[in-house]
């Protein structure tokens, strides 16, 4: 057998168009492109031959997949031996299929969409205290921006102290909301408040009705803080006096004959200023209580604001954050700094009636009730 020309005359020795002393190879698979089913020609090589070829060069090397071909191998030259024959000098030739399998793409790509939601839900989130794999809760103390090992409770006093909070993914830095002097003052009693510390409570029910309202009355000169100073302070500056003169300023009038008037007048003063009674023995209504209604829900507006910028700075990480650090351990930090915020506002002002009365005897509890 010779190289590409059988009739040439060439030196036995050379290699070129040389004759052929042994076989050329073991086995010889032969790949069928052109077949009826799965046609191998429509397709590029790249894609369709090549990747055949691959495939098979990869089962021939693969340690499992090698076994197999070996063992074919062995088995051949067996049976070539029981002929009479040797496959030394005799190559084999097999065929190499290519097949389709039919993949259902749906159901994986949706299992990888699930498995890729729920290991991002676990980097972000940071699940804990897992039964049957189901998380229970979410770790507190991995907000990498306050210091892993911090709890958001932890945060909660501080963040009453805050003098102002800015929207760290505002662009320009101008979306902000600065903080009253009620909720400084609230952190301060929060800390230092104790049944057991008459201190605190002696130092709150000796406070006067002034300066109580210099931590009500908001600071600021936009419209509605100004507004709503104005009508707290003209309710303040009224007194019975002024309402109800004795009868010495009423021109003529006896003391005797101004008792009825001056009744009237201070019944009418409470009635207006601080509300007429209800079946309870409240009373509801009144230009003053209104003017704290007012107050009280622009503190708890402005408290909402705040809470509202810190939890969108805490969620959404510090900007030019790594993705996953900006991300990860927030929404336990944050949940956990609600937490402490509720609790330190029951402790020192959410006792309800049954707690009174259980406590009654404690001097310095009853007084905070």
């Known amino acids: 057998m010779f190289y590409h020309n059988d009739e040439a005359h060439h030196d036995s020795k050379d290699i070129w168009q040389g004759r052929i002393q042994h076989k050329l190879f073991d086995y010889m698979y032969v790949i069928d492109g052109r077949r009826a089913r799965n046609n191998l020609s429509q397709y590029l090589p790249d894609i369709g031959i090549a990747p055949s070829i691959a495939d098979m060069i ?47 793409i749906y159901h994986i790509v949706e299992e990888f969409s699930h498995r890729l939601g729920l290991e991002t839900l676990e980097a972000w989130l940071l699940p804990s205290n897992k039964v049957d794999g189901i998380p229970e809760s979410v770790v507190a103390d991995r907000n990498q921006d306050v210091g892993t090992g911090k709890s958001g409770r932890d945060d909660a006093l501080p963040f009453l102290r805050m003098t102002q909070v800015v929207d760290a993914h505002d662009p320009e830095g101008k979306r902000m909301v600065s903080n009253t002097r009620l909720m400084p003052e609230m952190a301060r009693i929060a800390q230092r408040y104790s049944p057991d510390n008459p201190g605190v409570v002696s130092e709150l029910v000796g406070r006067t009705l002034q300066g109580w309202l210099d931590l009500f009355i908001p600071p600021g000169d936009n419209p509605e803080v100004e507004e709503i100073r104005r009508q707290v302070n003209a309710i303040l500056s009224l007194s019975l006096e002024t309402v109800a003169p004795t009868s010495n300023k009423a021109s003529g009038e006896k003391p005797a004959d101004g008792l009825r008037r001056i009744e009237d007048a201070i019944r009418t003063f409470k009635a207006r200023h601080l509300g007429g009674e ?41 900007p030019q954050t790594d993705p996953i650090r900006a991300k990860s351990g927030r929404l336990g930090y944050l949940r956990d700094l609600f937490a402490g915020l509720e609790k330190r506002n029951h402790d020192v002002f959410g006792r309800d009636d049954s707690e009174c009365a259980i406590n009654g005897n404690n001097e310095v509890f009853a007084a905070t009730c």
Do not use: C, W
């Not at 499992?64 to 049976?79: A, L, R």
């Not at 705040?306 to 969108?312: E, I, K, R, T, V």
């Open 58 to 104: 990869s089962a021939i090397l693969d340690v499992k997949g090698g076994q197999k071909f070996t063992e074919h191998e062995n088995n051949m030259n067996e049976v070539a031996q029981g002929q009479g024959g040797s496959l030394g000098k005799t190559a084999n030739y097999g065929a190499m299929g290519t097949y389709t399998i039919i993949l259902p």
């Open 278 to 318: 209800n079946f309870e023995g409240r009373r509801d209504g009144g230009d003053y209580r209104q003017a704290l209604e007012r107050l009280a829900a622009f503190h708890q507006l402005r408290f909402q604001q705040m809470l509202n910028y810190q939890a969108g700075n805490i969620l959404n990480g510090l």
